[in-house]
Protein backbone atom coordinates (compact mmCIF):
# COMPACT_ATOMS: atom_id res chain seq x y z
CA UNK A 1 0.00 0.00 0.00
CA UNK A 2 1.64 3.10 1.28
CA UNK A 3 0.57 5.68 -1.28
CA UNK A 4 -2.22 8.73 -0.21
CA UNK A 5 -4.73 7.89 -2.75
CA UNK A 6 -4.71 4.68 -2.66
CA UNK A 7 -5.22 4.61 1.14
CA UNK A 8 -7.80 6.65 0.45
CA UNK A 9 -9.81 5.13 -1.92
CA UNK A 10 -9.48 1.96 0.49
CA UNK A 11 -11.09 4.26 3.69
CA UNK A 12 -13.74 5.05 0.70
CA UNK A 13 -14.42 1.50 -0.43
CA UNK A 14 -14.83 0.83 3.44
CA UNK A 15 -16.93 3.28 3.84
CA UNK A 16 -19.64 1.32 1.47
CA UNK A 17 -19.60 -1.48 3.54
CA UNK A 18 -21.88 -2.18 6.74
CA UNK A 19 -19.78 -1.40 9.59
CA UNK A 20 -19.22 -2.14 13.26
CA UNK A 21 -21.02 0.21 14.96
CA UNK A 22 -19.41 3.07 16.36
CA UNK A 23 -16.76 2.53 13.72
CA UNK A 24 -15.80 4.38 10.53
CA UNK A 25 -13.94 3.48 7.68
CA UNK A 26 -11.12 5.77 9.18
CA UNK A 27 -11.03 3.75 12.15
CA UNK A 28 -11.11 0.60 10.15
CA UNK A 29 -8.28 1.17 8.40
CA UNK A 30 -5.55 2.66 11.02
CA UNK A 31 -6.32 0.06 13.06
CA UNK A 32 -6.01 -2.70 10.18
CA UNK A 33 -2.34 -1.33 9.44
CA UNK A 34 -1.33 -0.94 13.04
CA UNK A 35 -1.73 -4.26 13.33
CA UNK A 36 -0.14 -5.19 10.36
CA UNK A 37 2.74 -3.53 11.46
CA UNK A 38 2.87 -4.99 14.93
CA UNK A 39 2.56 -8.26 13.43
CA UNK A 40 5.49 -7.78 11.11
CA UNK A 41 7.88 -6.39 14.06
CA UNK A 42 6.48 -8.81 16.58
CA UNK A 43 6.49 -5.58 18.73
CA UNK A 44 3.89 -3.42 20.03
CA UNK A 45 2.99 -0.14 18.64
CA UNK A 46 1.78 3.06 19.60
CA UNK A 47 0.87 5.98 17.07
CA UNK A 48 0.65 9.71 18.24
CA UNK A 49 -0.43 11.73 15.69
CA UNK A 50 -1.03 15.55 16.20
CA UNK A 51 -3.51 17.67 13.51
CA UNK A 52 -1.14 20.59 13.61
CA UNK A 53 -0.72 20.24 9.82
CA UNK A 54 -4.51 20.00 8.69
CA UNK A 55 -6.10 21.92 11.57
CA UNK A 56 -3.64 25.31 12.64
CA UNK A 57 -4.30 27.26 15.73
CA UNK A 58 -6.31 24.50 17.86
CA UNK A 59 -5.12 24.54 21.38
CA UNK A 60 -4.00 21.48 22.53
CA UNK A 61 -2.46 20.44 19.58
CA UNK A 62 0.68 20.17 21.56
CA UNK A 63 2.32 17.65 23.38
CA UNK A 64 0.54 17.93 27.06
CA UNK A 65 -0.48 16.70 30.49
CA UNK A 66 -3.54 15.34 28.82
CA UNK A 67 -1.99 13.34 26.57
CA UNK A 68 -0.37 10.93 29.38
CA UNK A 69 -4.39 9.79 29.85
CA UNK A 70 -3.84 8.72 26.00
CA UNK A 71 -0.66 7.29 26.89
CA UNK A 72 -2.01 5.65 30.00
CA UNK A 73 -4.95 3.88 28.08
CA UNK A 74 -3.05 2.65 25.07
CA UNK A 75 -0.30 1.51 27.37
CA UNK A 76 -2.91 -1.10 28.94
CA UNK A 77 -3.06 -4.60 27.91
CA UNK A 78 -0.19 -4.02 25.65
CA UNK A 79 2.51 -6.71 25.47
CA UNK A 80 5.81 -5.24 26.99
CA UNK A 81 8.56 -7.95 26.61
CA UNK A 82 9.14 -7.51 23.29
CA UNK A 83 9.38 -4.01 23.08
CA UNK A 84 7.38 -0.38 21.99
CA UNK A 85 7.46 1.09 18.63
CA UNK A 86 5.99 4.64 19.13
CA UNK A 87 5.20 6.43 16.28
CA UNK A 88 5.51 10.24 16.27
CA UNK A 89 4.29 12.98 14.56
CA UNK A 90 4.41 16.21 16.51
CA UNK A 91 5.10 20.16 16.15
CA UNK A 92 6.50 19.47 20.12
CA UNK A 93 5.51 20.79 23.03
CA UNK A 94 5.78 21.34 27.05
CA UNK A 95 9.24 20.18 28.37
CA UNK A 96 7.41 18.71 31.48
CA UNK A 97 4.98 16.97 30.01
CA UNK A 98 7.54 15.20 27.68
CA UNK A 99 9.89 14.14 30.09
CA UNK A 100 6.64 12.94 32.36
CA UNK A 101 5.45 10.61 28.99
CA UNK A 102 9.00 9.49 28.28
CA UNK A 103 9.90 8.06 32.40
CA UNK A 104 5.90 6.64 31.73
CA UNK A 105 6.88 4.65 28.56
CA UNK A 106 10.27 3.38 30.18
CA UNK A 107 9.06 2.35 33.57
CA UNK A 108 6.58 0.58 31.03
CA UNK A 109 8.88 -0.93 28.27
CA UNK A 110 12.69 -0.69 30.11
CA UNK A 111 14.99 0.88 27.08
CA UNK A 112 13.63 -1.45 24.41
CA UNK A 113 11.48 1.52 22.69
CA UNK A 114 11.79 2.24 19.07
CA UNK A 115 10.72 5.75 17.87
CA UNK A 116 9.66 6.03 13.80
CA UNK A 117 8.69 9.52 12.65
CA UNK A 118 7.23 9.10 9.02
CA UNK A 119 7.46 12.80 8.84
CA UNK A 120 8.37 15.50 10.99
CA UNK A 121 8.93 15.27 14.94
CA UNK A 122 10.08 18.63 15.95
CA UNK A 123 10.99 20.12 19.36
CA UNK A 124 9.68 18.43 22.57
CA UNK A 125 9.34 15.89 19.64
CA UNK A 126 13.01 15.12 18.77
CA UNK A 127 13.32 14.82 22.50
CA UNK A 128 11.15 12.06 22.90
CA UNK A 129 13.11 10.76 19.97
CA UNK A 130 16.14 11.17 21.84
CA UNK A 131 14.79 8.86 24.30
CA UNK A 132 14.70 5.95 22.10
CA UNK A 133 17.44 2.86 21.35
CA UNK A 134 16.79 3.49 17.91
CA UNK A 135 15.19 6.22 15.43
CA UNK A 136 13.06 4.65 12.20
CA UNK A 137 13.28 7.55 9.61
CA UNK A 138 12.47 7.80 5.95
CA UNK A 139 14.34 10.51 3.81
CA UNK A 140 11.42 12.42 3.95
CA UNK A 141 11.23 12.69 7.82
CA UNK A 142 12.72 15.30 9.57
CA UNK A 143 13.30 16.51 13.61
CA UNK A 144 14.30 19.91 14.83
CA UNK A 145 15.86 22.10 17.48
CA UNK A 146 15.15 21.41 20.83
CA UNK A 147 16.12 25.26 21.69
CA UNK A 148 12.98 25.70 24.16
CA UNK A 149 10.68 28.70 23.39
CA UNK A 150 8.80 30.49 26.37
CA UNK A 151 5.13 31.96 25.46
CA UNK A 152 6.39 31.49 21.60
CA UNK A 153 10.03 33.41 22.16
CA UNK A 154 12.96 31.64 21.63
CA UNK A 155 14.79 31.38 24.89
CA UNK A 156 18.33 31.41 23.50
CA UNK A 157 17.32 34.48 21.35
CA UNK A 158 16.57 36.33 24.71
CA UNK A 159 19.62 35.10 25.95
CA UNK A 160 22.07 36.41 23.34
CA UNK A 161 19.38 39.98 23.05
CA UNK A 162 20.47 40.50 27.07
CA UNK A 163 24.16 39.32 25.66
CA UNK A 164 24.31 41.79 22.64
CA UNK A 165 22.82 44.59 24.73
CA UNK A 166 25.13 44.81 27.80
CA UNK A 167 27.87 44.41 25.20
CA UNK A 168 27.02 47.57 22.84
CA UNK A 169 25.95 49.35 26.21
CA UNK A 170 29.93 48.87 27.40
CA UNK A 171 30.73 50.16 23.95
CA UNK A 172 28.50 53.01 23.88
CA UNK A 173 26.53 54.14 26.98
CA UNK A 174 24.23 56.43 24.02
CA UNK A 175 22.58 52.69 23.01
CA UNK A 176 21.08 52.45 26.35
CA UNK A 177 17.73 54.34 25.30
CA UNK A 178 17.12 52.05 22.46
CA UNK A 179 17.96 48.81 24.15
CA UNK A 180 15.59 49.91 26.85
CA UNK A 181 12.69 49.88 24.23
CA UNK A 182 13.83 45.88 23.86
CA UNK A 183 14.79 44.69 26.80
CA UNK A 184 11.61 46.37 29.02
CA UNK A 185 8.99 43.79 27.10
CA UNK A 186 10.56 41.02 29.30
CA UNK A 187 9.24 40.36 32.76
CA UNK A 188 12.51 40.34 35.31
CA UNK A 189 12.70 37.15 36.19
CA UNK A 190 12.24 36.03 32.44
CA UNK A 191 16.00 35.75 31.64
CA UNK A 192 16.38 33.42 34.36
CA UNK A 193 13.41 31.05 33.16
CA UNK A 194 15.06 31.05 29.62
CA UNK A 195 18.58 30.05 31.28
CA UNK A 196 17.00 26.84 33.06
CA UNK A 197 14.71 25.87 30.04
CA UNK A 198 17.80 25.23 28.38
CA UNK A 199 19.37 23.89 30.68
CA UNK A 200 16.80 21.63 31.56
CA UNK A 201 16.21 20.07 28.02
CA UNK A 202 19.97 20.04 27.08
CA UNK A 203 20.62 17.96 30.67
CA UNK A 204 17.45 15.54 29.98
CA UNK A 205 18.25 15.32 26.25
CA UNK A 206 21.78 14.37 27.20
CA UNK A 207 20.75 12.14 29.86
CA UNK A 208 18.27 9.78 27.44
CA UNK A 209 21.02 10.07 25.51
CA UNK A 210 23.96 8.44 27.69
CA UNK A 211 21.59 6.31 29.40
CA UNK A 212 19.40 4.37 26.70
CA UNK A 213 20.51 5.25 23.21
CA UNK A 214 24.01 4.71 23.92
CA UNK A 215 23.72 2.40 27.14
CA UNK A 216 26.74 0.55 28.20
CA UNK A 217 28.79 2.64 25.56
CA UNK A 218 32.50 3.88 27.05
CA UNK A 219 32.06 7.08 24.53
CA UNK A 220 28.26 7.26 25.38
CA UNK A 221 28.67 10.53 27.36
CA UNK A 222 30.70 11.99 24.51
CA UNK A 223 28.74 11.53 21.93
CA UNK A 224 25.25 12.45 23.94
CA UNK A 225 27.26 15.99 24.61
CA UNK A 226 27.81 16.41 20.92
CA UNK A 227 24.57 15.72 19.83
CA UNK A 228 22.65 18.22 22.49
CA UNK A 229 25.16 20.48 21.87
CA UNK A 230 23.99 19.96 17.87
CA UNK A 231 20.49 19.53 18.24
CA UNK A 232 20.52 22.81 20.53
CA UNK A 233 22.54 25.53 18.51
CA UNK A 234 19.51 28.05 17.56
CA UNK A 235 22.55 30.05 16.06
CA UNK A 236 23.34 27.33 13.73
CA UNK A 237 19.61 26.20 13.14
CA UNK A 238 18.49 29.99 12.55
CA UNK A 239 14.92 28.87 13.35
CA UNK A 240 12.67 26.89 15.26
CA UNK A 241 11.08 25.48 12.69
CA UNK A 242 14.07 23.96 11.19
CA UNK A 243 13.95 20.29 9.62
CA UNK A 244 16.77 18.30 10.24
CA UNK A 245 17.04 15.55 7.75
CA UNK A 246 17.82 11.77 8.75
CA UNK A 247 21.59 12.49 6.93
CA UNK A 248 22.24 15.06 9.65
CA UNK A 249 20.78 13.59 12.15
CA UNK A 250 23.23 10.33 11.92
CA UNK A 251 25.83 12.96 11.24
CA UNK A 252 25.85 14.08 14.35
CA UNK A 253 25.94 10.93 16.12
CA UNK A 254 22.06 9.76 16.18
CA UNK A 255 21.22 5.99 16.31
CA UNK A 256 19.12 6.44 12.89
CA UNK A 257 18.06 3.19 11.45
CA UNK A 258 16.22 4.05 7.51
CA UNK A 259 13.10 2.73 6.55
CA UNK A 260 13.85 2.07 3.10
CA UNK A 261 16.74 -0.29 4.13
CA UNK A 262 13.15 -2.91 4.84
CA UNK A 263 10.60 -2.08 2.19
CA UNK A 264 8.02 -3.97 4.01
CA UNK A 265 8.34 -1.61 6.91
CA UNK A 266 8.90 1.02 4.86
CA UNK A 267 5.43 -0.03 3.02
CA UNK A 268 3.38 -0.39 6.41
CA UNK A 269 4.77 2.57 8.42
CA UNK A 270 4.04 5.21 5.45
CA UNK A 271 0.62 3.64 4.77
CA UNK A 272 -0.24 3.88 9.30
CA UNK A 273 0.94 7.52 8.33
CA UNK A 274 -1.26 8.33 5.67
CA UNK A 275 -4.32 6.61 7.37
CA UNK A 276 -4.05 8.99 10.46
CA UNK A 277 -3.22 12.08 8.05
CA UNK A 278 -6.35 11.14 5.95
CA UNK A 279 -8.19 10.70 9.36
CA UNK A 280 -7.13 14.25 10.63
CA UNK A 281 -7.53 15.83 7.53
CA UNK A 282 -11.24 14.81 6.94
CA UNK A 283 -12.83 14.10 10.68
CA UNK A 284 -13.28 16.44 14.00
CA UNK A 285 -10.20 14.33 15.18
CA UNK A 286 -7.28 16.83 16.12
CA UNK A 287 -5.08 14.24 17.79
CA UNK A 288 -5.06 10.59 17.98
CA UNK A 289 -2.87 8.28 20.69
CA UNK A 290 -4.08 4.51 19.86
CA UNK A 291 -2.00 0.93 19.82
CA UNK A 292 -2.48 -1.72 17.21
CA UNK A 293 -5.44 -3.97 19.57
CA UNK A 294 -7.86 -0.85 18.91
CA UNK A 295 -7.78 1.03 21.98
CA UNK A 296 -7.37 4.90 21.09
CA UNK A 297 -7.71 8.13 22.88
CA UNK A 298 -9.08 10.72 20.29
CA UNK A 299 -8.92 14.40 20.84
CA UNK A 300 -12.33 15.82 18.53
CA UNK A 301 -12.95 19.23 17.33
CA UNK A 302 -16.28 19.54 17.34
CA UNK A 303 -17.27 19.37 20.90
CA UNK A 304 -13.42 19.53 22.60
CA UNK A 305 -14.30 16.22 24.33
CA UNK A 306 -12.44 13.23 25.09
CA UNK A 307 -13.48 10.02 23.12
CA UNK A 308 -12.03 6.67 24.17
CA UNK A 309 -13.09 4.07 21.54
CA UNK A 310 -12.15 0.40 21.81
CA UNK A 311 -12.57 -1.79 19.28
CA UNK A 312 -11.53 -5.58 18.16
CA UNK A 313 -8.77 -5.25 15.42
CA UNK A 314 -9.64 -6.25 12.31
CA UNK A 315 -7.48 -8.63 10.12
CA UNK A 316 -7.87 -8.58 6.05
Known amino acids: MGNWHQVLREIEDESK ?11 LTRRKYLLKLSEYTGR ?12 PGIQLLDINDEDMNGFMSTVHELVRINGLDLIIHTPGGSIASTEAIVRYLHAMFGNNIRVIVPQVAMSAGTMIACSAKEIIMGKQSSLGPIDPQLRGIPAQGVIKEFE ?15 WQQIIQQYRPTFLGQCRDAIA ?14 FEGQADGATKAAKIVEALGDAETHKAHERHIPASACTDMGLNVAMLEDDPTLQDLVLTVHHAFMITLANTGAFKIIEN ?8 NQQNIQLLQQVAAPVKR
Open 44 to 55: SVIAYYSGFLSK
Open 164 to 178: TALKEYKADHDSLAI
Open 17 to 27: RTLPKGISAFD
Open 200 to 213: WTQSFVGEQLRTVM
Open 292 to 299: QLGRAFVK
